[in-house]
């Protein structure tokens, strides 16, 4: 691998490109089939309140690898997302975060931490996916697909570590330009032709966010985290949520719920951290004097559970000594949290039995099958990570919800809230008083728990073959588990044993090792597959087999002659150009 691997975000032009084309060409977008894309049923109200921002879905990524770029967001969008947690930016913009980052083998973990994109370019990123989405929503392709109303849509800012950098020139700036990106939307509306060019003039609004999830990450005071969320407010006129870490339940509690009730005893949970992070005590003080804080200035307040645990890497396969657990462990420490707090602050939550204003996001190991019972608890909304990480990747989305509204639909109710609302009186009748206190319970019972360790240890599946840089098993797992959209597939030529043949977008991999993990070939696809680049300097910058292309064609290559003739052969079966647009 490189040394390092910086994204090179593709610009608006050639995103708009690559849309027109492989939908023209192979009737899907960014690789994502047209089977996976949600579409609101009339009859079932999924919206909810989102700090007093209407939101059609309570599903979206989380702030991490799938709401980086603009074609993420976008994917996401497609699968139904509504809630986007942009990935946290921080002074820090030049990070060199070791390789692989990411180890989906079974639970989850990663090494990463904030945005691989300078702050500039963060803002770019955001501002072209607000652009897409609404392009492509009145693009008659898309509208046909998504509907006439899909809906409204949410980007919450996510920012991180500490005071200083926060109130930086910097991230200050960020933060300003997210409320108004005019400037940033004007100088990217040229680039808006081709099949959109009847759009150029379309009105955007400016206001790209104005609420923020801030990041506390591992080790952040208290004292930190109250004077952060006070300067957003004040400063910034933003309605906060505090993300909180699951160190809030204690060495003891947590170490007790995944080594011994969830029998991971393979996960070494670092003590260090309970020392350093915020304590129960404390933690239920500042959320009640935060809130009370923002009341007073007329902003809203919110919590969310949880960020990742703190572990010691005592696998060995990414580089660090410490890595952040998530997945299913992690789901079943956040919901206990969730049942703690909501004990300890009585009537302070936005959650059924409790009653309270404080809205509670969630993030922890969310999937199919358990999106309806956490979001029954009435936390708004559920972020998901791990799950998008697994083959399928964003086309995970779409099957959330429509299971979420058969649900609804199953118990005869129209909407969110109703359902929720009966979900709460059934609770009750059993003899609790919450269904987050049913549901945290029911996630130690006895017996079968998909959450035990026994249940999360099949690796992913092998062939003992190694991988070739033409011919596969043709999975499709490569595109379908990068965050990035980074792989594409082509047709095979004539005369190739395998009915697909897979391309690197180079410039959009930052080898993070997902696709690697779930290869069922030895090898790493990253590096392996033609790997194409736009961009001269990153091209130069690179190492191995690699082609240059400008215009569909080869300009530059790595690689001998014959390779280079067999993938200048396949780029022609996309009409010479896999892009679609003027390089």
């Known amino acids: 691998m490189d040394e390092t691997a910086p994204l090179t975000p593709m610009s608006l032009g050639t995103l708009l490109g690559r849309v027109e084309h492989e939908w023209e060409t192979r009737g899907r977008i960014f690789d994502l089939p047209t089977g996976r894309v949600w579409r609101r049923d009339p009859a079932v109200?999924?919206?909810?309140?989102?700090?007093?921002?209407?939101?059609?879905?309570?599903?979206?990524?989380?702030?991490?690898?799938?709401?980086?770029?603009?074609?993420?967001?976008?994917?996401?969008?497609?699968g139904g997302s509504r809630l986007f947690e942009l990935k946290t930016v921080q002074i820090l913009d030049q990070l060199e975060i070791n390789r692989p980052c990411i180890d989906m083998q079974t639970v989850g973990y990663n090494i990463e931490w904030s945005q691989e994109l300078t702050v500039a370019q963060s803002t770019t990123e955001y501002?072209?996916?607000?652009?897409?989405?609404?392009?492509?929503r009145r693009w008659e392709p898309v509208a046909a697909l998504v509907g006439p109303d899909p809906g409204p849509h949410v980007f919450d800012m996510s920012v991180g570590y500490d005071l200083a950098g926060i109130s930086s020139p910097k991230v200050a700036g960020f933060l300003r330009s997210m409320r108004n990106a005019s400037a940033e939307i004007e100088r990217l509306r040229p680039e808006i032709g081709g099949a959109f060019a009847p759009f150029a003039d379309l009105d955007i609004d400016?206001?790209?966010?104005?609420?923020?999830?801030?990041?506390?990450?591992?080790?952040?005071?208290?004292?930190?985290?109250?004077?952060?969320?006070?300067?957003l407010i004040d400063e910034h006129e933003l309605d906060v949520i505090v993300k909180l870490n699951p160190t809030l339940l204690g060495y003891e509690t947590v170490a007790g719920i995944v080594n011994d009730q969830l029998g991971y005893t393979d996960i070494s949970v670092k003590e260090q951290a309970f020392a350093e992070d915020l304590h129960f005590g404390r933690g239920i003080e500042l959320i009640a004097e935060l809130n009370q804080y923002a009341k007073d200035r007329g902003r809203r307040f919110g919590i969310k559970l949880t960020n990742t645990l703190v572990v010691d890497n005592t696998k060995g396969w990414m580089p660090d000594e410490t890595m952040y657990?998530?997945?299913p462990p992690l789901h079943v420490l956040a919901c206990t949290l969730l049942d703690r707090l909501a004990d300890a602050l009585p009537g302070t939550f936005a959650l059924p039995g409790h009653d309270g204003d404080?809205?509670?996001?969630?993030?922890?190991?969310?999937?199919?099958?358990?999106?309806?019972?956490?979001?029954?608890?009435?936390?708004?909304?559920?972020t998901v990570c791990s799950d998008l990480l697994k083959p399928g990747g964003y086309g995970r989305l779409a099957p959330m919800l429509k299971a979420l509204t058969s649900e609804i639909v199953a118990a005869e109710c129209t909407d969110l809230a109703s359902w929720r609302a009966d979900r709460q009186r059934q609770a009750e009748a059993g003899g609790w008083t919450s269904t987050a206190a049913q549901y945290a319970a029911s996630l130690q019972a006895e017996g079968?728990?998909?959450?035990?360790?026994?249940?999360?240890?099949?690796?992913?599946?092998?062939?003992?073959?190694?991988?070739?840089?033409?011919?596969?098993?043709a999975c499709n797992f490569c595109v379908t588990v990068c965050p990035n959209d980074a792989f594409t597939s082509i047709k095979s030529l004539d005369g190739m044993a395998d009915r697909q043949q897979y391309l690197v977008f180079a410039e959009l991999c930052n080898e993070c090792g997902n696709c690697m993990t779930f290869?069922?070939?030895?090898?790493?696809?990253?590096m392996i597959k033609p790997r194409l680049f736009l961009d001269p300097d990153r091209y130069a910058a690179s190492q191995g087999p690699a082609f240059l292309l400008a215009n569909g064609q080869i300009t530059a290559t790595r690689s001998d002659e014959d390779t280079t003739t067999l993938v200048q052969r396949l780029l022609d079966r996309t009409d010479g150009n896999p892009l679609g647009v003027d390089q």
Request: net charge negative; charged share 15%; proline share 9%.
């Open 45 to 78: 109200d999924l919206g909810f309140s989102f700090l007093g921002r209407p939101c059609a879905t309570p599903l979206g990524p989380a702030a991490g690898p799938h709401s980086q770029l603009a074609q993420n967001i976008v994917l996401s969008w497609l």
């Open 127 to 136: 501002v072209k996916a607000a652009m897409l989405i609404e392009l492509l």
């Open 206 to 231: 400016p206001c790209l966010a104005d609420t923020l999830t801030l990041s506390t990450f591992h080790g952040c005071p208290p004292e930190e985290i109250e004077s952060i969320t006070k300067h």
């Open 325 to 327: 657990l998530s997945g």
């Open 358 to 382: 404080v809205m509670v996001s969630f993030s922890a190991g969310i999937t199919k099958e358990n999106l309806a019972a956490t979001l029954a608890t009435g936390v708004n909304p559920t």
């Open 448 to 473: 079968a728990n998909p959450y035990r360790a026994e249940n999360n240890s099949k690796l992913p599946r092998e062939v003992d073959h190694d991988l070739d840089m033409f011919g596969c098993v």
């Open 519 to 526: 290869c069922p070939e030895t090898g790493d696809p990253a």
